[in-house]
């Protein structure tokens, strides 16, 4: 315990909190990041995902995509991404994003194809173009789902995004790291405190947010409890 | 393939590390989430604890626990039990879940019928409530021996040995064979423990393939 008292020692000090090695930068750098990765991740997951559960086409490469991807080691593509377009963001933005992908496509693609069909139909037979049923019956009822992989890719970015230091020194890894290389640890059990704090609030907020979609999709129901997200984990 | 020839032994010994570094922690979340499980399953207040504690202890990332647990444990920083118990602990935050869902899928009558047939509560859990489960609790078991197994690689950022540090290594020296042997070889090892759970499971249910066929 004496250990983590050091370890909040450091991180109540305000000398760490100031200039180039800030870690208020280190928290900026890691949320900005995290956001990038999670954006593109969405610009293509969900489209992709969407136009599965629509047309109900490729259902097998969405299955074999997230079962397969958990199985591939992040740092091994962190690493060898990072042998090939050196030190820089380019590598772990891409690492992560095949690390993120799956959950997305996964999550709409399951709230599309989870829409009653009926429903479907009824959109249909009233006359609604395959545009509009998309827009406006499957995308509202999937939201919750959809949200779910959306949260599920962000955990797992957000912790992932620590590795990202070890070939970019960028974001929370790099306290962690700098420690490691030090071996100072009460600087990497700083570091890595305010990775798992920062993890935890992004969960809760996106908790948050996929419970008002459940309430939305369907306000007369109990709301169901926020476990709609793929249970896999492939992070750091 | 000529540094892979080179370096056999290392990449061997690393393999073995990386081997029980995943089947420890695999067996012990198994043992762990069971019981875990079946309280949540049939005690809602239970449910409610579990669920949320392990949804929390999911949200940590594995290299800031791997960091923290030495400083609860009073352990080296490089132990390779670091690594154990922080597996361990994920893979019961996977596990609990499917655990609860597998216990909470036997209908309420069938355990009437096992308890009205005479068995006592700790024997309708092995003849009944386990059995019936099992077909839910093998396919969660596969989704947490899988990420188990690439979960192990993060350990050699901070020193822990596995086939992870044929990442750290070929990334500091350059060397791309060295990573892809160890991404490689990851995936061969993530799939063969799941296959070995898939049959393990038709084993012990060999009444599953009957119910398929």
């Known amino acids: ?236 | 393939m000529n540094w892979l020839s080179q370096n056999l032994h290392i990449v061997w010994s690393l393999l073995l590390d990386h081997l029980w570094l995943s089947i420890v922690p695999i067996v012990l979340a198994l043992v762990i989430s069971i019981p875990l499980g079946w309280l949540a399953a049939r005690y809602p207040r239970a449910r409610t604890a579990l669920l949320t504690g392990t949804g929390l202890l999911y949200a940590i990332p594995s290299l800031a626990l791997f960091i923290m647990i030495p400083a609860i444990v009073g352990l080296s920083a490089r132990s390779p039990w670091v690594a154990i118990i922080g597996l361990t602990l994920y893979g019961c935050a996977l596990m609990v879940r499917g655990a609860a869902d597998a216990f909470g899928s036997v209908s309420r009558e069938t355990m009437l019928a096992a308890d009205a047939l005479g068995h006592s509560p700790w024997a309708r859990f092995w003849a009944v409530e386990l059995p019936l489960s099992g077909p839910v609790l093998v396919s969660s078991l596969r989704v947490m021996a899988v990420s188990t197994v690439s979960l192990v690689t993060i350990g050699a950022v901070i020193g822990i040995s596995s086939l992870g540090t044929l990442f750290t290594d070929g990334f500091q020296r350059g060397i791309d064979a060295s990573i892809i042997t160890g991404i490689v070889l990851t995936v061969v090892v993530a799939f063969a423990i799941d296959a070995v759970v898939l049959l393990l499971g038709r084993l012990a249910m060999p009444w599953q393939a009957a119910v398929r066929a």
């Open chain 1, 1 to 236: 315990m004496n250990l983590f008292a050091e370890a909040l020692a450091h991180l109540f000090d305000p000398a760490s909190w100031q200039g180039t090695n800030s870690l208020g930068l280190r928290i900026l750098e890691h949320l900005g990041f995290s956001r990038a990765v999670l954006l593109a991740a969405a610009a293509i997951g969900i489209p992709a995902g969407v136009l599965i559960g629509h047309t109900g086409r490729g259902r097998g490469l969405v299955v074999a995509l997230t079962s397969g991807a958990r199985a591939i080691p992040t740092l091994g593509l962190l690493t060898i991404f990072g042998l090939a377009l050196g030190i820089g963001l380019e590598a772990p933005f891409l690492a992560l994003l095949v690390l993120a992908l799956p959950p997305v496509l996964a999550g709409a693609y399951a709230g599309v194809e989870a829409v009653d069909r009926q429903v479907v139909g009824a959109a249909r037979a009233i006359g609604m173009t395959e545009r509009e049923i998309v827009q406006r019956v499957e995308l509202p009822l999937a939201a919750p789902v959809l949200i779910g992989g959306v949260r599920s890719a962000a955990l797992q970015v957000i912790s992932t995004a620590t590795l990202a230091a070890y070939v970019s020194n960028t974001g929370l890894g790099r306290p962690i790291f700098q420690g490691v290389k030090a071996g100072d640890y009460e600087v990497m059990l700083a570091g890595a405190l305010l990775v798992a704090l920062l993890s935890l609030v992004v969960e809760l907020v996106f908790q948050a947010i996929q419970s008002a979609a459940g309430r939305r999709a369907e306000p007369h129901t109990v709301p169901a409890r926020a476990s709609a997200r793929a249970p896999e984990r492939n992070t750091a």
